[in-house]
């Protein structure tokens, strides 16, 4: 199953360059957005409507999964 971000304002999946980004793991989600709503993707976004939330220019430094590169992060 896949995951978005829901809008604060809009209360629609956020997108960048008319995609909706997305992720695999909602915890992960959570973790790098506490303040947001995470939410199940909507069945009416095909593939190709989406793009990875690694494959985002400001994601390139983040190392995916989450879980084997902690250290990534400030403690």
Not at 8 to 26: A, E
Not at 37 to 61: C, N, Q, W, Y
Request: glycine content about 4%.
């Amino acid at each position: 199953m896949k995951y978005c971000l829901i809008g604060r304002t809009t209360k629609d999946p956020l997108s960048y360059k008319g995609k909706v980004l997305v992720h695999d793991d909602k915890s992960e989600l959570e973790f790098l957005f506490p303040n947001e709503r995470v939410a199940p993707l909507p069945k009416i976004f095909s593939e190709d409507l989406t793009m990875a939330l690694k494959d985002h220019p400001d994601m390139g430094a983040v190392q995916f999964p989450l879980r084997d590169h902690m250290n990534q992060f400030r403690k």
